[in-house]
């Protein structure tokens, strides 16, 4: 909707501080003659909860004439200062005209809700926190006006409750929605929430003031006036002081203060109230149960106020209140952790949440894996430290309009010593398992080598020699020779299928021959003939595909033809589909629609071995069951970077 601009809304705030004021003297001038108990508690009260909100809004709209926060105030304090005058300036009417009135206007009471709420769903900055609660204000709107008409027309009507309970939930929703925005907000937007959040508990105070009043009184008296004027007048100051100077006090330590000191009165008043009431019918008279009552409250004051403190404190002001209780979170969560890619994100995780900031990243001074998008804006580092060896720093995203106080450096330097015995932990993890792939690497590598040397080298070498043992047996002469000769020739070719034995054993042929893809679709066809079933196997990939090193082949050919062995011996599934793909690393997925494990089997030898080939080589083995039914092994082995091409050229 279209706001004000700048020059209007400086002539129309005053204006309407001025219609508030007039209203309220008005009603004052009109009231002072038929009730002079109350009236200058009346004035205090009307004073008060008008003017205090409408200043304030005025003031707000003076510094930020788009804020709707400011003209919702303004509205509000125009609105008390008309229900709270009703019954003075309505004494100028007519008996038939004021009972008329009194009619039309008995639902009217409800508007004087109607801004605090809007300010609980736009507070701090004058705009919705998401298109969905935008949608249930307006529809919460809708139920102001038919309360007044309905109750205009037919108050006695059940029909009024409809109306009455969307009323309530426009409340609710107000309170749940300021909620999750304290929950999201950082920085200068969470300081002005909070500050928010302490005039709020002005509410429950003004009415706890009021139920005193009353349970001493029997009537509404000078408290119950102080009660609706604190209730009525804390809000709009508290609005001002976010908006105008959040900074004009610690509102964290404010806040944990007044939390903690209300809950505590609270309790003292409470307990004195019971035991004195309880012992003193139990006894007869009330100066003993007096003395048992202060007794109780002395010894419950001190371990109740550690407690209540604990409590505000963790909720306002985080980990920072309680470090070793972000350091035994911190144990407690790497216990789970498994990867080192788990650990350090644990570790940034927890970091973040207790100090409620929005990122934090670990940042090494070595790799140690896939790392996250740098941090932005203003970074706050502590250093990593092991054994007098410098590993990194972990840093923090500090949101825009906050400062890091001295307690939550400490607590991060703190978070700093514990993460770098972690951090130490998992470089030496990764430097084992790069040696564990390098030497499996090697290791294939060379059995490649082998392999080919003794199929290309010895193997026809003796190949020649059987074949110059036939052409020798056939020219040659007399039974002994010709013996020798067939002995020769029955040794060299035992010989002959020993290498190709130990060739095939060191490294699958098909590899060599045909290729990963081909290979694992010769392999699908051999099994397919032992299904006890119609089964079809699709294996998909690039039949060209980059030169891949030998001990991911190996390792992705065995992972296949292993997952394949299990589809047919133990799924009964009917369609099976592999698919190879390469794209900065080697991934294999064999899906199937047959029966899957059931949840908490146990992983047989066969998973196992899949798990180990895919982690000798740094790489990961995933067996899970589709939503759609069957089971899906998912394998992604690493490759190793391009080397990059040197080219000569202008800069």
Excluded at 293 to 303: E, F, H, L, N
Excluded at 455 to 481: C, E, F, N, R, Y
Excluded at 495 to 507: C, F, G, N, P, T
Excluded at 624 to 641: D, I, K, Q, W, Y
């Amino acid at each position: 909707m279209n706001r004000p601009p700048a020059a209007a809304a400086r002539i129309a705030a005053p204006a309407i501080v001025a219609l508030v004021a007039a209203v309220d003297v008005v009603a004052y001038l009109y009231l002072r003659g038929s009730d002079t108990d109350h009236a200058a508690l009346f004035l205090a009260l009307l004073l008060c909860a008008t003017l205090t909100a409408s200043v304030v809004g005025a003031l707000i709209v003076r510094r930020q004439p788009r804020n709707a926060v400011g003209w919702l105030l303004l509205v509000h304090g125009l609105l008390v200062a008309v229900a709270l005058g009703y019954d003075g300036y309505a004494e100028a009417l007519s008996p038939a005209a004021r009972a008329d009135w009194d009619r039309i206007t008995s639902g009217a009471w409800v508007f004087v809700y109607l801004c605090p709420a809007l300010i609980g769903y736009l507070f701090p900055d004058g705009r919705f926190l998401s298109a969905r609660w935008r949608r249930f204000v307006y529809v919460c709107l809708a139920c102001y006006p038919l309360l007044v008409a309905i109750a205009a027309v037919s108050p006695d009507s059940p029909a009024v409750f409809v109306p009455l309970a969307g009323v309530a939930a426009s409340l609710f929703g107000a309170v749940l929605c300021a909620r999750a925005r304290l929950k999201r907000a950082e920085g200068a937007e969470r300081e002005q929430l909070l500050w928010f959040v302490w005039a709020a508990l002005g509410i429950p105070a003004g009415i706890a003031i009021c139920w005193v009043d009353y349970a001493l009184t029997g009537e509404a008296g000078p408290l119950t006036f102080a009660g609706v004027t604190l209730a009525g007048s804390v809000i709009p100051l508290g609005i001002g002081a976010a908006v105008l100077r959040r900074g004009l006090f610690d509102i964290e330590l404010v806040l944990s203060r007044t939390l903690t000191y209300g809950a505590l009165t609270a309790m003292v008043v409470a307990v004195y109230a019971g035991v004195v009431q309880g012992l003193g019918r139990l006894l007869g008279g009330e100066g003993a149960a007096g003395l048992i009552a202060v007794g109780v409250v002395a010894a419950a004051i001190q371990p109740v106020h550690s407690a209540v403190r604990r409590r505000a404190e963790r909720w306002v002001y985080g980990d920072r209140a309680d470090p070793l209780a972000a350091l035994r979170r911190l144990a407690e969560r790497l216990e789970g952790s498994l990867s080192p890619a788990e650990v350090l994100g644990t570790v940034t995780g927890t970091v973040a949440e207790a100090l409620r900031v929005r990122r934090a990243a670990v940042e090494l001074r070595r790799d140690a894996g896939p790392s996250a998008a740098p941090l932005t804006g203003e970074v706050v580092r502590a250093p990593l430290t092991y054994q007098g060896e410098p590993l990194g720093d972990l840093a923090v995203e500090v949101p825009p309009g906050r400062q890091l106080t001295a307690a939550d450096r400490r607590l991060l330097a703190d978070l700093a010593r514990q993460a770098a015995a972690v951090v130490n932990a998992v470089h030496l993890t990764l430097d084992l398992q790069r040696s564990r792939a390098r030497l499996v690497t090697a290791r294939e590598e060379e059995r490649r080598r082998l392999r080919r040397d003794l199929h290309d080298g010895l193997g026809p070498s003796l190949a020649a020699i059987v074949l110059k043992l036939d052409a020798v047996a056939t020219t040659a002469t007399g039974a002994q020779a010709g013996a020798l000769l067939r002995e020769l020739r029955t040794e060299t070719r035992a010989a002959i299928a020993e290498i190709r034995r130990l060739v095939d054993d060191l490294r699958p042929p098909a590899l060599d021959e045909v290729g990963l893809v081909a290979a694992i679709r010769q392999q699908a066809q051999r099994l397919t003939r032992l299904a006890s079933g119609p089964l079809v196997i699709t294996v998909e990939g690039p039949e060209q595909q980059p030169p891949l090193p030998a001990a991911a082949e190996v390792a992705a050919y065995r992972i296949a033809a292993e997952a394949l062995t299990n589809v047919v011996r133990h799924s009964g599934a009917s369609r099976c589909t592999v698919v190879v793909a390469v794209d900065g690393a080697l991934e294999l997925r064999i899906a199937d629609n047959g029966a899957s494990a059931a949840a908490g089997t146990r992983p047989g030898v066969g998973w196992e071995s899949m798990r180990e080939r895919a982690a000798e080589l740094s790489g990961s083995c995933t067996i899970a069951r589709r939503p759609e039914g069957g089971t899906l092994v998912r394998a992604v082995l690493p490759l190793p970077a391009p080397r990059p091409v040197r080219t000569t050229g202008d800069a």
